[in-house]
């Protein structure tokens, strides 16, 4: 592998979790948003020759993401995304301004998934690993679908708090 | 507007907002900054749990049809390696992609082919000659040599040959003509506004800029012989495995094949260029499903650059009534 190549998989590896963040975004269908960024790895290693080392790596992928979400929005001849296109505009920069190191902390996320509890995970089994919406977990659990997401949202609170108290730790050690 | 931003937020994520919701997220999103970025890192938690939990379920899968898991282990410390297997399988599958594609070959064929669509669109009338070619000899690698009509010389709409002809101007318009068997004459064409077409002894019919485009040799996929839209040629972009043929010499073959998993669309095209001007000379397009029995594939050769009439890519031009007969198909 040359050097050139080692620095695009390094600088990708990175990045690779914005990028997807990004798409997922715009798009809800989880198929299309894979499809997409096997799309948007393709172009990426054709243009990586036009690649302006003194631009910002992540604004740039962001760029060819931007671009190819709004070819599977022609493509599919109607708008199946989930934002306006000056919306996308807003993401895009907001996305942009994610750095690896806001990457890195997500890396705590295991650890802090393990501590919850019983009941928790299992809405979290349910939602990430079933790919359940609220109401197909609500009638698993003969609860409401409101209850599920008001449940799902404190579930993320939860994780967001433990992961900036780990990254807080980390920080003082 | 007092609104819940984490409600929406929340609910974006879990794909339960209304419409009016999701209209009201957008505009608390354009707002500010902040929002924005509050929003970004809720979906960057999101997707990461995401990715944990579907790491989680490949992996699981894999350890169990491997039956690796010989004796129960505590689910930790499965998941952490399980995890780091997933890991390394996308960094492979990665590396293999970026030693599959190289990043020159294909993007110098990307890159030819977009400046060849450039050269398509600039302001000049074109006349092709469409050939189906049914000698099963002539093969790709004849390219170039098919020239069975030197005459360089556009057909006289008003007494036109048997071979079908396709009229370009700037890459947009377009006529094309043809005979059918019983020596009929069917023209069609469109201005970029309006698509029309003639038959024999009936009133032209006029419909959407793309309804009679159907009838065009590879409809869609001419460019950059012929686009009706920007960003038509990423069809062929996305849809084929492109090669750039000849790349120093000074007559180029631009080669586009159909990727296996692309339903729609011509299985093989090769377009024939100068590699000075980039003047196309030639086109060939192989159709979705062979038929032997009728043609190999479609020949596109350019006969002539000459000023065609004003009004030529109109119908009231090319048929002799002037009539027009409405439609309702639009």
């Known amino acids: 592998m040359d050097e050139k190549t080692r620095e695009l998989t390094r600088m990708w590896m990175s990045a690779q979790p914005i990028v997807a963040s990004f798409v997922s975004s715009m798009v809800s269908d989880f198929t299309a948003r894979d499809d997409i960024m096997q799309e948007i790895i393709t172009a990426v290693i054709e243009s990586f020759d036009t690649y302006d080392p003194s631009r910002p790596f992540i604004a740039w992928l962001l760029g060819i993401a931007r671009n190819q979400v709004g070819l599977y929005r022609r493509k599919l001849s109607r708008d199946r995304g989930l934002f306006d296109e000056t919306t996308a505009d807003v993401l895009v920069e907001a996305f942009s301004r994610v750095s690896i190191s806001d990457v890195r902390r997500l890396e705590f996320l295991q650890d802090c998934i393990e501590r919850l509890s019983d009941r928790d995970r299992e809405l979290c089994d349910l939602r990430y690993e079933q790919n359940l919406k609220p109401s197909g977990i609500a009638a698993r659990l003969g609860t409401t679908a409101n209850n599920v997401s008001k449940a799902l949202q404190r579930i993320r609170d939860q994780l967001r708090n433990c992961i900036e108290l780990h990254v807080a730790r980390t920080e003082r050690a | 507007m007092s609104i819940d931003a984490d409600w929406l937020i929340n609910g974006h994520l879990d794909g339960t907002l209304s419409t009016d919701e999701r209209a009201a997220l957008g505009e608390w999103l354009k707002a500010s900054s902040e929002n924005a970025d509050q929003f970004a890192r809720a979906v960057m938690l999101h997707n990461r749990i995401r990715v944990h939990y579907e790491s989680l379920r490949e ?254 890519f109109t119908h009231e031009f090319h048929h002799p009534d002037h009539q027009q007969k409405s439609d309702a198909s639009i």
């Open chain 2, 59 to 312: 992996t699981e899968k894999k350890v169990d049809s491997i039956r690796v898991a010989s004796a129960p282990r505590p689910r930790y410390s499965r998941r952490s390696i399980v995890a780091a297997s997933l890991a390394c399988i996308m960094l492979g599958a990665f590396l293999y992609l970026l030693q599959l594609s190289g990043p020159s070959p294909r993007a110098a064929a990307i890159a030819e082919f977009h400046q060849l669509v450039i050269q398509g669109r600039r302001p000049a009338d074109r006349t092709f000659r469409i050939t189906f070619v049914k000698d099963p000899s002539d093969r790709p690698d004849n390219l170039g040599k098919n020239s069975k009509n030197p005459e360089n010389k556009p057909d006289d709409p008003a007494n036109p040959g048997n071979e079908p002809m396709l009229y370009v101007r700037d890459g947009r318009q377009f006529v094309y003509s043809r005979k059918a068997l019983d020596g009929r004459r069917f023209i069609i064409g469109g201005n970029g506004q309006q698509s029309w077409a003639i038959k024999p002894g009936e009133p032209a019919e006029v419909s959407g800029p793309l309804n009679f485009t159907e009838g065009l040799p590879a409809g869609l996929y001419l460019a950059p012989v012929l686009s009706f839209f920007d960003g038509q040629e990423k069809m062929l972009v996305n849809d084929y495995n492109l090669e750039l043929r000849n790349p120093t010499k000074s007559t180029k073959v631009f080669v586009a094949v159909k990727k296996p998993d692309t339903k729609q669309g011509p299985r093989r095209i090769e377009i024939s260029f100068s590699g000075m001007t980039g003047q196309i000379a030639e086109m060939r397009i192989w159709p979705e499903t062979p038929d032997h029995r009728r043609t190999s594939h479609t020949l596109i050769q350019l006969v002539s650059e000459q000023k065609l009439a004003d009004n030529w």
